[in-house]
């Protein structure tokens, strides 16, 4: 029995290739059942309320609608699959899948899995990253008209916009003590915004998470700079990474982003978590 819960708002999603993967499913699983998200979360509640019945859950739209179903499904056996048809679908590119979800279904029919650490942010959890700070902010004010026709330009629209106005420090306890900086972004994932491998050092495959702290503020050039330094592993006074189990955001009131989607807003509490989930590949 195989669930596939769809997020008709995504950036790519088509009823047609979905009935196709729901054909393809039929094929070699007895029971085919697709459920709809209409709101915020409702991946979640879909997950969470079906998860005792379907051996397998697929989540067909971005990351944010990925996010909300491993939330619904990690305390359950059941294996996971990502067909991506959102702005970026980073976590698919991070696995090495297809980001066509047709040719992801069909791989899914040997039920080849791995198992995916998750990060955990005041007791919601991640697969890819979570971030405080400039790129919540960006995250935050993505204007969603933009976004529907034009994916990733709304990001980099946002992102510019953030970068040049958010100016507030963050207090951070880490394992090396109270550290000051402008944008945190705790990790499991190598690639960011897309097909971007800028934390090469962070592995999903591991318990652990790679922590960034970006000490720039109100400079598109220092930021550049800063994602050029990480791609190449080169130090600089812009920015530190390490590895930590655990991390806190102090300071009050910065906005928080999970997976790609606006969070709430600090103080937060980011870890390593115990809990894996296993994916489809």
Known sequence: MIAIIANPKARRFSINKLMQIKQIFNESFKKVDIFYTKRPMDGFEIAKKINSSYKIVCSYGGDGTLNEVVN??????????????????????????????LKCAKRYLKQNYVNVHLGELNNRYFVLMAGVGIDAAAVLDVNHSIKEYSGKLSYILSGIKSVKSFDKLISVKTPFGKKLCYSVIATNAKKYGGNFPIFKKANCFEKNLYVCLFHTKKSLWNMTKTAIFLFFDINSNLHECFFADEISIDTFDIPIQVDGDFAGFSPAKIKASKKCVKVLI
């Open 72 to 101: 619904g499904i990690v305390d359950k056996d059941i294996k996971l699959g990502v067909l991506p048809c959102g702005t970026s679908d980073v976590f698919a590119l991070e696995l090495g899948l297809p980001r066509n979800a």
